[in-house]
């Protein structure tokens, strides 16, 4: 699910604390110069309203790892989600294990597809299968879609036309070899215009193709 978020505007249209990012974005579209981040918290989010701008926005974590420095630049919402789109995640028991996958309608969050369980497997191989699936799914209708993943591995593989991954080839990887193998055909033998992106999990919350077994 979801979690709660609060959004900091402190240059746009008219400055605030906002508890949706449809609220945050109609105060800074179109907006020069907007500034505005999200918190986990309204106390967070209040403090760092009162502190101004000078204080929280861009900054980047000091002294820490790049992990946390990561955490922290990307609670800054970089984008409005395109809700009309497809929603990609994989369901796992173990890393490697058992996977399944599927696609979601971005805003409904109707099932449009789905394989599984796949014996063995892994989370980048699953999420790769899935992004293939909705781009093969969507040519198919002739739809331009956008495509969301959480995974900017399976995303990379994507974009190059391979995977590289330590799965071993032997009799229980089998299924899932024969799909990879058959994504990347398609891929290399096929086009799309669509879009693939990046689901940002710590502005947005989980994907909504989430399976919540985190």
Known sequence: MATQKYYVVWAGNQP????????????????KDAKYKSYPSKAEADKAYREGWTKHWGKKATGGSKQVQAKAEAAVVQ??????????????????GPIE??????????????RGPIPNGTNNLGEFLAIVHSLAY???????????SDSR?????????????????????REV????????HWLQT??????????ETQAWGEIKADYGRK
Do not use: M
């Open 16 to 31: 605030g604390v906002y508890t949706s990012w449809p609220a945050c974005k109609s105060q800074v579209d179109n907006f």
């Open 79 to 96: 984008a409005e989600i395109d809700y009309d789109s497809i929603s990609v995640d994989v369901g796992t028991k173990g890393n490697p």
């Open 101 to 114: 996958y599927r696609g979601v309608h971005t805003q409904t969050g109707e099932v449009l597809f789905a």
């Open 138 to 148: 969507l040519k198919q209708k002739g739809s331009t879609q956008t495509v969301y």
């Open 153 to 173: 591995t399976a995303l990379k593989w994507v974009r190059e036309k391979k995977v590289a991954t330590t799965l071993e080839r032997n009799e229980s990887t």
């Open 177 to 184: 070899w024969e799909l990879v193998d058959r994504a990347v």
């Open 190 to 199: 096929n086009t799309y215009n669509n879009k693939l992106l990046k689901w």
